[in-house]
């Protein structure tokens, strides 16, 4: 059994790194069928892997008892959307084909970080626990956390979110998107889509990026992932980005910026007190009032359904960018799902979070069975309403 999970945490390594390699290069507007052929291909390929890494055979099933002796503890994000329902999924598939124990919990919101860190800290005491799963909701609140886990010998896989400060030692392995890929997915076929308007433009054009917060790397990275790939292709075409709106974003992007006064373009970047939908409606509705704005990007699922709820007074979204605001989302569920098929909402960038509590749980047991591990980058992938029912991209489009 050791041998054949190791082979399986190898297969999807090795499926999500030549994917990464790839870049986003493969995903390109939604006008190019080729380019979505080869996005498919990708998610074809990465969603083999993940099913390698969740299938065992019958014959592994005298050895899974062994597994049994592992417990491990499970952290979400919260529970507030179907995206963590997803990978709790995951975890439990795969916990039940490896005989293993998990006790999972999480936060009712992303901003409830106090809560996940007490989350945390029980975790660290459960007796006989083996590991423990992460998906913090903030980059630093929980260092102190994986200091006491580490001086127990408690190893801690992270997914979704990676922990760059954590202490040396105290973080095995991170299974996650390439955040900052993926956010540059969605910059690629939401520019693609607004090109043409950009180009013809005789005045400052506004393009508006909804991020539920500021402190998880995977939200931070997603959001500059976008400004950063918006402003290199608006660079590319002429055209000179100014960021304004959260320090954050501001402070930390990469791209080259000009003033406000002296842009063509300029990416204003909101952020919501707290990380729920009616907030992120709020900043949103403050954007799509504008009237130079023509495009909107929501960088969770959260953030894209609150751009949705936004558009329920304005109705401002479609995509026709000659006639209507383009809005990109991220993640899936049945609000962003069924904007994209009506017509609301151009597109969306999907993760695979059923793969990542899959992988998980391979990584934890490999660890708890004496195995080396390492990171587990797995990828995002752009869809629409010509290949969101596609076989390669249905399976990522959870409820």
Request: proline share 3%; aromatic share 6%.
């Given at each position: 059994m050791k041998k054949k999970v190791l082979a399986s945490l190898l297969c999807v390594a090795m499926a999500a790194t030549m994917v990464v390699g790839c870049g986003s290069s493969a995903d390109t507007s939604a006008d190019a069928p080729a380019a979505d052929d080869a996005a498919a291909d990708d998610a074809a390929a990465d969603d083999a892997a993940a099913d390698d890494a969740a299938t065992d055979d019958a014959a592994a099933t005298d050895d899974a008892a062994a597994g049994g002796d592992y417990h491990f503890e499970i952290i979400v994000k919260s529970y507030q959307s179907s995206y963590w329902q997803a990978a709790v999924k995951g975890v439990e598939q795969e916990a039940a084909k490896l005989g293993v124990t998990y006790n999972c919990t999480g936060p009712n919101a992303e901003s409830d970080i106090a809560d996940q860190v007490n989350m945390l800290n029980n975790a660290i005491n459960v007796d006989g626990v083996d590991g423990i799963g992460l998906a913090a909701c903030d980059q630093s609140a929980c260092l102190d956390a994986l200091q006491?886990?580490?001086?127990?010998?408690?190893?801690?896989?992270?997914?979704?979110?990676?922990?760059?400060?954590?202490?040396?030692?105290?973080?095995?392995?991170?299974?996650?998107?390439?955040?900052?890929?993926?956010?540059?997915?969605?910059?690629?076929?939401?520019?693609?889509?607004?090109?043409?308007?950009?180009?013809?433009?005789?005045?400052?054009?506004?393009?508006?990026?909804?991020?539920?917060?500021?402190?998880?790397?995977?939200?931070?990275?997603?959001?500059?992932?976008?400004?950063?790939?918006?402003?290199?292709?608006?660079?590319?075409?002429?055209?000179t980005v100014a960021v304004i709106g959260n320090d954050k974003y501001v402070n930390d992007a990469k791209a080259e910026t000009v003033a406000e006064a002296e842009a063509d373009i300029i990416i204003e970047v909101a952020v919501p007190a707290q990380t729920t939908v009616e907030l992120c409606a709020t900043e949103a509705s403050v954007i799509m009032n504008k009237a130079d704005t023509i495009g909107m990007f929501g960088s969770n699922q959260v953030a894209a359904e609150g751009i949705l709820t936004a558009n329920e007074n304005l109705n401002v979204l479609g995509t026709d960018p000659e006639t209507s605001v383009l809005a990109a989302g991220f993640d899936a569920g049945s609000v962003i799902k069924g904007a994209i098929t009506d017509g609301k909402m151009y597109g969306a960038v999907t993760q695979s979070p059923l793969a990542m509590g899959i992988t998980t749980i391979d990584t934890l047991y490999a660890i708890a069975s004496g195995q080396t591990v390492s990171d587990v980058p797995t990828q995002g992938y752009w869809y629409n309403a010509d290949n969101m029912n596609d076989d390669s991209i249905a399976p990522n489009l959870y409820d």
């Amino acid at each position: 059994m050791k041998k054949k999970v190791l082979a399986s945490l190898l297969c999807v390594a090795m499926a999500a790194t030549m994917v990464v390699g790839c870049g986003s290069s493969a995903d390109t507007s939604a006008d190019a069928p080729a380019a979505d052929d080869a996005a498919a291909d990708d998610a074809a390929a990465d969603d083999a892997a993940a099913d390698d890494a969740a299938t065992d055979d019958a014959a592994a099933t005298d050895d899974a008892a062994a597994g049994g002796d592992y417990h491990f503890e499970i952290i979400v994000k919260s529970y507030q959307s179907s995206y963590w329902q997803a990978a709790v999924k995951g975890v439990e598939q795969e916990a039940a084909k490896l005989g293993v124990t998990y006790n999972c919990t999480g936060p009712n919101a992303e901003s409830d970080i106090a809560d996940q860190v007490n989350m945390l800290n029980n975790a660290i005491n459960v007796d006989g626990v083996d590991g423990i799963g992460l998906a913090a909701c903030d980059q630093s609140a929980c260092l102190d956390a994986l200091q006491a886990a580490m001086d127990k010998g408690i190893p801690v896989v992270c997914f979704d979110s990676g922990i760059p400060d954590a202490p040396e030692g105290s973080v095995l392995s991170t299974v996650a998107t390439d955040n900052y890929g993926a956010g540059a997915t969605a910059a690629e076929n939401l520019y693609a889509g607004l090109k043409d308007k950009i180009a013809a433009a005789t005045a400052p054009v506004r393009i508006g990026e909804v991020n539920q917060e500021a402190t998880s790397e995977s939200i931070i990275n997603r959001g500059l992932g976008f400004i950063d790939k918006f402003a290199e292709l608006a660079k590319a075409d002429g055209k000179t980005v100014a960021v304004i709106g959260n320090d954050k974003y501001v402070n930390d992007a990469k791209a080259e910026t000009v003033a406000e006064a002296e842009a063509d373009i300029i990416i204003e970047v909101a952020v919501p007190a707290q990380t729920t939908v009616e907030l992120c409606a709020t900043e949103a509705s403050v954007i799509m009032n504008k009237a130079d704005t023509i495009g909107m990007f929501g960088s969770n699922q959260v953030a894209a359904e609150g751009i949705l709820t936004a558009n329920e007074n304005l109705n401002v979204l479609g995509t026709d960018p000659e006639t209507s605001v383009l809005a990109a989302g991220f993640d899936a569920g049945s609000v962003i799902k069924g904007a994209i098929t009506d017509g609301k909402m151009y597109g969306a960038v999907t993760q695979s979070p059923l793969a990542m509590g899959i992988t998980t749980i391979d990584t934890l047991y490999a660890i708890a069975s004496g195995q080396t591990v390492s990171d587990v980058p797995t990828q995002g992938y752009w869809y629409n309403a010509d290949n969101m029912n596609d076989d390669s991209i249905a399976p990522n489009l959870y409820d």
